[in-house]
């Protein structure tokens, strides 16, 4: 019986000049059809590629394929450092936030949008319009899924925001990550959402009951400005700490969402 692989690729980007991994899970099926519905996920602050395997993505994935509970489609996994998905700086750079972490600031919303999307495009049997495209992640990661859904409705039908780091104010230690407040409302959710003009989605948004940074609060929030302008979308908020044991125990409801 033919297993899903999963293929790990590096892309040399010409936004942040520097080599950029990509973990990619292709289903059991990948060579029996023409094309396949892609998610994008996305990991949070201190993760990379390896969410595919960590949140087990790729084993939910098998099971529910398996048993014709959602249709195949193709995973991708990108690494985009610590940069929260934003173009922070027109030259890559790291920088320090006030408890000495290292930032990395750069063109990472072009990378992802304009190198990886093409190069997956490119490279895999991808449905290449956006009612096969899907984005989604944990975190700071759903946080960036949310920002390059609202930001770029073309590319996308579907977005799931995971425990979404949706902060209701910028913090001074997520300054270094901005550089300047403009760039904090350009890519906040919650503004793109009430001003958007496509609402042509489907929305996944969660966080967990005992979440450290009460992201189910912005979720709520978000999820009413979603409703009122007639979006197609669902918010939950489940039992549960804000962890990587918090997205494994609900990955099968997100990959039912993404594969149906």
């Known amino acids: 019986m033919t297993k899903s692989i999963i293929e790990n690729i590096k892309i040399g980007s010409k936004n ?3 080599k950029m991994n990509v973990s990619v899970y292709l289903p059991s099926d990948y060579n029996e059809k023409d094309s396949f519905p892609t998610l994008y996920f996305h990991h949070g602050r ?9 949140a087990e993505l790729n084993t939910v994935a098998d099971k529910l394929i398996a048993k014709q509970k959602i249709n195949s489609m193709i995973i991708v996994c990108p690494n985009l450092d610590n940069a929260r998905g934003l173009n922070s700086s027109l030259e890559y750079k790291e920088v ?20 990886v999307i093409k190069e997956i495009d490119n490279k895999y049997k991808t449905i290449k319009n956006r009612n096969g495209r899907y984005i989604g992640g944990a975190s700071v990661g ?3 899924a949310l920002h390059n859904a609202f930001r770029h409705p073309h590319l996308f039908s579907k977005v799931g925001g995971h425990m979404p780091a949706i902060e209701l104010q910028l913090e001074e230690e997520d300054k270094a990550y901005f550089q300047k407040k403009e760039n904090w409302d350009k890519y906040d959710p919650i503004k793109i959402a009430e001003e958007m003009k496509c609402c042509d989605f489907k929305v996944y948004l969660d966080a967990g009951s005992q979440d450290e940074g009460d992201f189910y609060k912005g979720c709520s929030i978000l999820y009413k400005i979603l409703k009122s302008r007639g979006v197609e979308s669902q918010n939950h908020i489940c039992e549960g700490h804000h962890n990587v044991e918090y997205i494994k125990s609900n990955m099968e409801k997100y990959m039912m969402f993404y594969g149906n």
């Not at 201190?46 to 960590?54: D, F, P, S, V």
């Not at 320090?96 to 190198?115: A, V």
Request: aromatic share 12%; net charge negative.
């Open 46 to 54: 201190n993760g990379n590629e390896n969410i595919l395997i960590e």
């Open 16 to 18: 942040l000049k520097k």
């Open 142 to 144: 759903g946080y960036i």
């Open 96 to 115: 320090k936030d006030p408890l000495g972490r290292i930032i990395n600031n750069g063109m990472y919303e072009d990378y992802f949008i304009n190198e």
